[in-house]
């Protein structure tokens, strides 16, 4: 199974994009999936992840209240809906899937399968 990360792009501050991680299998046959990103020069960090087996999804603190979580199990895709995006934001996103665990987790050795990645700038 192939994860494919995509919708970065440029925005202005305040503004929104959505990214989707489209699987040519079954990406939601996975429990647990979930969105990383990376800044030059810094970790990569958890920013978002889901539990298909009960829904529940999960948020760094710096982007809850403006990121969205979902998945689409017709179409094998999660999205993350990013509003009001601060140049904070920048950074290449992942999203990662293949967990051994049950449960959300930010601790990105617990993935064993990673998209490519997808560049969001967000700049004036």
């Known amino acids: 199974v192939q994860l494919q990360a995509s919708g970065g792009g440029l925005v202005q501050p305040g503004g929104s994009l959505r990214l989707s991680c489209a699987a040519s299998?079954?990406?939601?046959?996975?429990?647990?999936i979930s969105w990383f990103r990376q800044a030059p020069g810094k970790e990569r960090e958890g920013v978002s992840c889901l539990s298909s087996s009960d829904g529940e999804a999960h948020y760094t603190p710096s982007v809850k209240g403006r990121f969205t979580i979902s998945g689409d199990k017709s179409k094998n895709t999660v999205y993350l809906q990013m509003n009001s995006l601060k140049p904070e934001d920048t950074a290449v996103y992942y999203c990662a899937a293949d967990s051994p665990y049950d449960f959300c987790t930010f601790y990105t050795g617990a993935y064993r399968n990673w998209g490519q990645g997808t560049q969001v700038t967000v700049s004036s």
């Open positions: 299998g079954s990406t939601l046959g996975y429990d647990i």
